[in-house]
């Protein structure tokens, strides 16, 4: 008994241990970056370490790349320089997305470090980038973006996705690494393709989903704050989550089709931003029969009266019963410049689909914005449009 007891002891401090080594190995890398920061050294000026150390704790990338990386990569000017074929050939980056974070996340590194940084991007101290004990005190200080924050690939897929009532794309985000700073970056391509959302109202809920973070302005505690304050009351739908849409359809006495929401694609900001969906629509999701006119006479009541309590779409003033959001952003964000289409090309356009004279202007040209995910490779790492996210 006594062996085995000190078996056991000596097997209990092995692992605290080798916890403690852990820690202290952990300890030093985060010294490396603070280093990095107190100096104010712009990314091309970072050594090796640094960059490795950069690309395991602020990235996130796998094990497999930060040992390619620290393998090929001795510093921030050859990390920064490498192409796209260069990262796939020397880092061993094949999936197209996990290089997409990679170049997403250097491109923000550079703008945060580079000496001429603009001010939205450094913090009261004059530092371009915080640790998370810095972040607690900056809570009473608004325009400050930060870099180093929580909105990473678990978070996406652990909480952002099931919020949306998307948690089936969970596996697929993962293994891709999806973080914040890549969802305005992400194609029709990508997401039909390597994230498997193949589904288009599946997409279109993922758009709604992301430009509801953009009016936050990508930040995590903002959104649940804003969720919190809602979670009782039929305000501020745009940050609703799909169990919140579950609940509040129970709440007007439909409880039996509730469940149906789940994996839908069925938030707040779905119903708030797209004026398409209406009460049809989500008797749709709900998979209410369309015999059952008593259903959805309810459901057509509730819906009107949570559009008028809850978001900015109102009653049109031709008809009260319709109702739309003003402005429209369908009409302010089109996907494609119509003007100077060849002939033959119409047959790539959408059925019904016209082209009215109010576009003809180039003043009246909006800007682009990607519309179930169409963004060009060029759009991706325009560096003159580099946003910085919390993650």
Wanted: proline residues 4%; contains cysteine.
């Amino acid at each position: 008994m006594e062996a085995d007891n000190s078996t056991q002891d000596g097997l209990g401090l092995g692992k605290l241990g080798g916890q403690a080594e852990k820690n202290r190995k952990l300890q030093k890398k985060h010294e490396l970056l603070e280093e990095a920061r107190r100096q104010g050294l712009p990314f091309a000026q970072w050594d090796g370490p640094t960059v490795v150390v950069w690309l395991e704790l602020w990235v996130g990338m796998p094990a497999w790349y930060v040992a390619a990386c620290r393998a090929n990569v001795k510093s921030g000017a050859i990390m920064s320089a490498l192409s796209d074929t260069e990262i796939q050939r020397e880092i061993g980056i094949s999936n197209p997305l996990h290089r997409l974070k990679l170049r997403l996340a250097i491109q923000e590194i550079m703008s945060l470090t580079s000496p001429s940084a603009p001010p939205t991007s450094r913090t009261t101290t004059g530092n371009v980038w915080v640790t998370h004990e810095e972040m607690e005190n900056l809570t009473s200080t608004p325009q400050t973006t930060l870099a180093y924050g929580d909105m990473n690939h678990e978070w996406i897929g652990n909480e952002w996705l099931p919020s949306l009532g998307l948690p089936q794309y969970r596996s697929y985000f993962m293994e891709c690494l999806v973080d914040a700073r890549m969802l305005d970056h992400l194609t029709k391509k990508d997401l039909r393709g390597q994230l498997k959302m193949v589904d288009s109202f599946h997409r279109n809920s993922f758009q709604c989903g992301i430009m509801c973070l953009r009016r936050l302005n990508y930040d995590r505690k903002e959104l649940e704050r804003r969720r919190e304050e809602s979670q009782n009351e039929i305000k501020d739908v745009l940050v609703w989550s799909n169990e919140k849409m579950i609940h509040w359809v129970v709440s007007i006495g439909l409880k039996e089709y509730a469940n149906n929401l789940i994996e839908s694609g069925v938030h707040g900001a779905l119903v708030a931003l797209d004026e398409t969906f209406d009460h049809n629509a989500l008797a749709l999701s709900l998979q209410i029969p369309t015999q059952n006119t008593q259903a959805r006479a309810v459901l057509e009541r509730e819906f009107n009266n949570l559009l008028v309590l809850g978001t900015d779409r109102r009653f049109d003033e031709e008809d009260d019963k319709s109702f739309r959001r003003a402005p429209s952003w369908r009409k302010k964000f089109r996907p494609k410049d119509v003007r100077g289409l060849a002939a033959g090309s119409a047959e790539t356009l959408p059925a019904n689909f016209r082209v009215t004279s109010s576009m003809s202007s180039p003043s009246m040209q909006p800007k682009k914005m990607q519309i179930d995910g169409n963004v060009s490779a060029t759009q991706r790492l325009d560096s003159a449009t580099v946003r910085t996210y919390s993650c």
